[in-house]
């Protein structure tokens, strides 16, 4: 910072440097960026995976589960109930599961629960889950383990659950007898997904609707914010408080602390292999040694498992087969990150600090897509599955404390290969240090002008009294030559006239000088007000610049918190006046949004100087670079993603001068157009309308524009959903921090300064 505020910084050596190769450093660092990426994925520069909780002791259980005989019981007998009496509901049977699990000596309990849907205008959804605790002979409760699985009805689109639910109370009747277990088992069946799963564990954590922690617990900031007392009749809606939709209810019994959780998701008791799911809310990741250990006792049981179509049956000598292997398998776990939807019921445990994964049976000509020679692989049952279970919840007794020695922050080139949160943050560091460079580039650009125009003043200022000086020895040479003039004329006269001509002549040369002497020093009064005038109209510039700057920052983030709070009026007046679904009403009201702001906020605040805009552009390349990596240390794939995309942008956007030549005025409208592309909404929809492109090739370009139409307004209308009901802040940050920022790119490219 020394160097920064030294007035003679500007003839610095680095100083002079950075100016001439800052853009080609910043596209280096681009560059340099997306190739740390990918050559992660490679093996020489990631990691095998190992264990870090020596308290597991992996492989060292001797496995007793016996319950095939039992599971495919449960299984048969679940299904028969599921068929004559819920074939066309999609109600749970919670009778049938409440009487199982009380033959089994559980500890049964129901739990109800209720949401108000926020968009759907007094709509109410009601439902069941049904839990069973095994209180374990060696403690008093203190600790638990959860094994649960999510209820689908046989009319469900997705695949059923029913194996999962019927291993899980063979399992349950198989370990009531043991007397080795130092936690509590819950085995809990949840209803309506990722709804009912939510619901329990607020409920068991305490977090009740009427609490004030009810919110600021879950870490959701999704609030329509100020209180404006009571509202008129017509608004009463608008200004309701629709933030606390989901009511968990009350839970009659739970157990101790819950250390970890497994969510067991299978259609038939026969599979081919087991997927096991890590990404949870928000990008959130169990730790690493839960991961290994469910892969590493997969193995031992002699069970084909995968990750992200990184499978381990899969061996190549070729590592360039490998290599690409594994970079498939870092996009797609990125790709589960950037939503931060979970992709199971485990992903919902991990806010609230519970290690959780997902066990999911698969067969071939699976929906996720066939995986590569697996109709080589020999097919597994119950039996194995059970043992699996049974070697990986005794491994978690065996836990003296939370998960807390190996990573939580990670990426996974293959089932047995992790990238490390040291390896991988430097690729985001480069994108985020190129908009840095460019920051400061600017500030000493902006700072240097600033010095050549206070030398230049000084300058003028100096050979305007040196001009001064010049007038006004001349005058006196002048007034001396004049003198001597009448002397030499009068020499012949008479001694008397000589004497009273040369006094006259002196008074008028007196007076001749002293009118050129008031008009020298009026001039120089005139000159010193002029300098006085300049330097008060500079800083009364230089405080109008930081209103200037500051006022349009509040503006444009308003403007972002405007965008964050409009879902909710948008759905009412679309509803209300249009009778358009909310999704439709959301979306479009989004577009009415974003196009308004469009041609709006380049001219609600005009900056009249290039060093108000230049000094925008460096806040804002400071906020995007911080704001990216803020977010890529909790979600690195999110995070590099909003780099990668606005990075280039960061790079091109410079202040627009009002002398722009032909050539110039090209460039700036490829450049508006391209800021228009990186529209936060219209990168949504390009990418799931290609996306679209992809799964439908046979379709017409119609359908697959309207295809991808629809998949934007679906997932806009989730990820609200999901910031209301589960915390999820992806259209925070979309609207509040990437919205904004975009805003001020605009802005620098639609207003022209004179330089």
Partial sequence: MGLLSDPEYGSVKWVKVLKKINFPLCCLCY???????????????????????????????????????????????????????YEDSNEMPVDW??????????????HNFSLNYPFGQGQTYKGTNVYGILRAPRTSSLEALVVTAPYRSLSNHQKGTAAGIALMLAFAQFARPQNYWAKDI???????????????????????????????????????????GKPPQIFEWLMTDHSKSLDPGVLKGRSGSIQAAINLEFHTPKFKYIEVKVEGLNGQLPNLDL???????????DIHHSYQNS????????????????????????AAQVTGVPNGNHGLFLPFGIDAITLEGRELNDPAGDPPRAQYLSTRNFYLLGITLERVLRSLNNLLERFHQSYFFYMLAATNRYISIGQYMPSLCLLCGAMLTRALCLWVTIQQDEEIEKRQDEKDKGLKEKKSE??????????????????????????????????????TNEEVVMAKEDEINAKKAAIKAKNDEIETKNGADLNISIVNVGCNYFLVHILGYAANCSPEYFNYIGTTYFDQTPEASIFYGLIALSVFYLFVTPF????????????????????????????????????????????PLALLVGVVGDDCRKRSAIVLFLKRILCIILQPLFVVSIALILYSWVLFPEEGVLSKMSRGRD???????FSVVDSVIYGNWLFQVVTMVIFPTWILFWQILCNRVTY
């Avoid at 709804?195 to 609490?211: S, V």
């Avoid at 991961?291 to 049981?301: G, I, P, Q, T, Y």
Wanted: charged share 20%; aromatic share 12%; hydrophobic share 45%.
């Fill in 291 to 301: 991961v290994n250990l469910a892969h590493k006792l997969c193995v031992l049981s």
């Fill in 470 to 507: 010049e007038i006004l020895e001349n005058t006196e040479e002048k007034a001396d030559s004049e003198e001597k003039e009448p002397l030499i004329k009068d020499v012949i006269k008479p001694k008397e006239d000589v004497i009273n001509t040369k006094e006259d002549e002196i008074k």
């Fill in 711 to 717: 998949a934007t307004m679906q997932g806009v209308m």
């Fill in 97 to 110: 599961l409440v009487a199982k699990m009380s033959q089994l000596s559980l500890e049964v309990y129901t």
């Fill in 311 to 334: 499978f381990t049956w899969l061996r190549s000598r070729n590592n360039i087969d490998e290599w690409v292997y594994s970079i498939g398998t870092m996009l797609k776990m990125s």
């Fill in 31 to 85: 560059v340099g960026s997306i190739l740390w990426f990918f050559t992660l994925a490679h093996p020489e520069f990631n990691n095998e995976t190992y264990f870090s909780e020596n308290a597991l002791l992996p492989g060292l259980v001797r496995n007793e589960f016996n319950g095939e005989h039992s599971a495919n019981k449960f299984f048969n007998e679940f299904i028969q109930e599921l068929e004559d009496k």
């Fill in 604 to 647: 609600a605040f005009r900056f009249p100087t290039f060093e108000d805009l230049s000094m925008t552009n460096i806040l804002l390349l400071i906020e995007l670079a911080t704001a990216c990596l803020a977010i890529g240390m909790h979600n690195f794939p999110l995070g590099l993603l909003i780099a990668v995309l606005y990075t």
């Fill in 186 to 228: 819950i085995f809990l069946i949840t209803e309506h997904e990722q709804l009912g799963m939510q619901a329990w564990l607020e409920a068991y954590h305490g977090l009740q609707q009427e609490t004030s922690t009810f919110y600021t617990s879950l870490g959701s900031f999704w609030q329509t914010g100020f209180d404006f």
